[in-house]
Structure formats: C-alpha cells, structure tokens
C-alpha cells in the first residue's frame, strides 16, 4: 500500500464536489478540424477517457470568430458548436467527472489568414514577433491593429455570450484565459500595451478589461462558476517580455480578485527558467498564495511528488497537470498506485485523428 496521498482528497471547490485535486490542465489539441470548427464525437471520446481528474478545464476555445489563432481550435460562439460540446459535457458527466470551458481571445497571436485579410485585434500596434500556426502552415505574425474602445466593448460582449453559451453546453463552469500572452495577458503588460486611454498607462487601467469581462460574465454564470488564469512571470515566449511593472501588476490584479466569488484562481509557474531575469518572480505560489484567500491551483512542470508536496506546504489547494494528461488518460489512478506514467508525443498534439489523443492505453490494458 502506498502512503495516503494529499492530492486524491476529495476537495469542495464551492458548491462542487471534486473527488481529487488533479485537476486537467486546458490544452489545445487542434482536432476541431470541420468547417464549423465544432467539437465532434472524438472530442467527446478523449475527455471521457479524462473525467477521473477531479476537475477537466477543456482546450482554449474562441469566443468569436476574431478570437481564433491557431488552425482547427474549436469555438464556442455558434449554435453546431455548443451542440459539438454537448456532446462532450454529457461524456464526462455521465462518467462522473466535471469540466470547465476556457474561453479564449488569442489577441495579436494571429494571423490576417484568419480574418479574410484583416489585421489581428490587439491592445497596441505591437507586433508580437512570434510564429503563428495558419491553414498554409507556421507564418510569421504581423503588426496587429489597435481596437477601438468599441472594439473592446464589443470582446467583453463576446466574451459574455461565448459564457452563457458554454453553460447551456452543460459545462459546470467556464475558465478565463487571461495567460500564456494572449489577448488579456497583452492588456496587462507595457511591452505589448502602450495605450494612452483608460485601457493603458496605469496598473489599473490596463487590468481593466479583465474586471470588465468578469462583471459580463458574471451575469450569465454564477460568480462561483468561475475560474480566471494567469501566467505572471511569462518571459521570452508567446511574444511576451517582462518588466518592472509586470509582477506589481499582478500583485494588484490579484488581490482585486478576492472582490469576487470566484471559483478558483488558476496560477503557472514561470514556463522558463527566470532565475536571470530582471523583475520575473521565480515562484508564483509562493508569492500569491498568501496574497488570494479562494482556491488557489497551481500549475507547471509538476508530477505526483511535487504535486503532493505543493498542497502539503499549503502553497495551493488543486494542482493542474498538462503534457502527464495527454500520456496518461487515468492519471489520479497512476498516481494512486505509483504507477510508471508514459511519455507524451509531441508530434501528435496538434495533428488530426486519434493518434496520440484517444490511442493512449489505461493502465489496466497496459497491465494486460
Ligand atoms: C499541447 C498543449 C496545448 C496547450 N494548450 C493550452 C491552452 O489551450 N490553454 C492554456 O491555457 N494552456 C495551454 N497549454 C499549457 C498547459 O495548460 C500547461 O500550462 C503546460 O503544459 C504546463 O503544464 P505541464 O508541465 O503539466 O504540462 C498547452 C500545453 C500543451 C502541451
């Protein structure tokens, strides 16, 4: 017998009951490959095979057709869409397992491929320099348009509807993505916001949107339906840079979340190492777990052992895992039995089919 292990309790996330806290990090996967980009029976199949997490947040899905970013992403904005994710919602339900939507807007991480010509939506006329993944293939990204104060209000809109549509799916709550340096996490830093209105300048002007969307939002979702991510200590990737104004930034926008109700504040640690970097803050949990009171999941680069040791020093309360979800479909099992965990193929994660989505074995036909 293994030794109890802290991240297969049960933990009440408000009015859910998680049965664990190995909580499915969201992840784009790239096999909404249809016309209406809608989530199909595979997709229902693969988060099936999922729902032992305690909670699943599903991959990045746009709130708009202005949202999209990468090929093939499914959306949450049409009608065959949420019908596509009904299909997945009563999937995981009737295997007894929650999941979330992430509502995603990919900012200036697009391509005029997508937008019939037109530029990328974004804070500022700042080209990220970052690669993006269009129908023809990797293209370089392009100097975005800055929106219009219509244009923003019109995204909080988006943003809003793409919410009510995600809880008439079925999904027992929606994430907002406002990490990895899309569209929210551009308003947040000065690199990629140089805005003179009430979206830029100070701290608080540039974190206004977020506040915007979660007012919006909360008014087709329960408050504590609601989960928000952010990725502080982003560097060098996703066009992102940091600088001094960065982590107090984040320290604001995070202490001004304790106003809300919300269901979880979902952190990653630094993707990169940062240990040189002017300004980053090398460990988020450490930093915010003191700072937010509501539950706290953390993610990056964890496996069993660090994930039980996270929640034991009291620095998070659910962990999320990634890349050991692709590989391994029953992971809070793996975990139970101290199972050896497989290896994920990354040159399967954004390509059509079931290769390397749903042909990944349970332990049980391992074990056969
Ligand atoms: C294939 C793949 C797709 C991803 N797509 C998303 C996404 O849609 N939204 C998001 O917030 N993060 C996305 N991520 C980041 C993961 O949620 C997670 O933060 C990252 O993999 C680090 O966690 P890990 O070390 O447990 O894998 C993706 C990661 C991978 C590997």
């Not at 989530?39 to 229902?44: E, Q």
């Not at 949420?82 to 999941?99: D, L, N, P």
């Amino acid at each position: 017998m293994n030794r109890q292990q802290v991240i297969l309790d049960k933990y009440k996330l408000e009015d859910l009951e998680l049965k664990n806290r190995v909580i499915m990090a969201p992840m784009t996967r790239s096999r909404a490959d249809n016309p209406e980009n809608a989530p199909t029976d595979l997709h229902a199949a693969y988060y099936r095979q999922r729902s032992s997490a305690g909670l699943i947040i599903s991959e990045g899905s746009q709130i708009s057709k202005r949202a999209v970013g990468y090929i093939n992403t499914p959306g949450i904005y049409s009608k065959a869409q949420v019908e596509g994710w009904k299909k997945v919602t009563k999937a995981v339900h009737e295997e007894g397992g929650k999941i979330f939507i992430q509502l995603w807007h990919v900012g200036r991480m697009s391509h005029p491929d997508f937008h019939g010509g037109e530029l990328p939506l974004a804070p500022s006329a700042i080209n990220p320099e970052a690669k993006s993944f269009t129908p023809q293939g990797f293209k370089d990204t392009v100097e975005p348009k800055e929106m219009t104060v219509e244009e923003i209000k019109q995204t909080v809109q988006d943003f809003k509807n793409a919410a009510k549509n995600a809880w008439e799916a079925g999904f027992d709550g929606v994430e907002i993505h406002a990490s990895n340096g899309y569209l929210l996490h551009q308003f947040f830093n000065t690199t990629s916001n140089d805005r003179t209105d009430e979206y830029g300048g100070s701290k608080e002007n540039r974190a206004r949107i977020l506040f915007e969307v979660l007012d919006a939002v909360k008014e087709v979702v329960p408050e504590n339906r609601i989960g928000v991510r952010m990725n502080p200590s982003l560097h060098g990737t996703f066009g992102m840079t940091l600088d001094e104004e960065t982590i107090p930034t984040f320290d604001y926008i995070i202490e001004r979340l304790n106003h809300y109700n919300l269901s979880y504040l979902h952190l990653s640690e630094p993707f990169t190492d940062v240990s040189e970097i002017p300004y980053a803050e090398p460990n988020i949990a450490k930093r915010y777990r003191p700072v937010y009171k509501g539950t706290l999941m953390i993610n990056g680069g964890f496996d069993r052992e660090k994930g039980n040791k996270v929640i034991e020093e009291g620095f998070a309360d659910l962990v999320a895992y990634g890349k050991l979800f692709i590989s391994n479909p029953d992971l809070p099992e793996r975990f139970a039995q101290d199972a050896t965990l497989a290896d994920w193929d990354q040159d399967t994660f954004y390509t059509p089919g079931e290769k390397g989505y749903t042909d990944y074995p349970l332990l049980e036909e391992v074990e056969k």
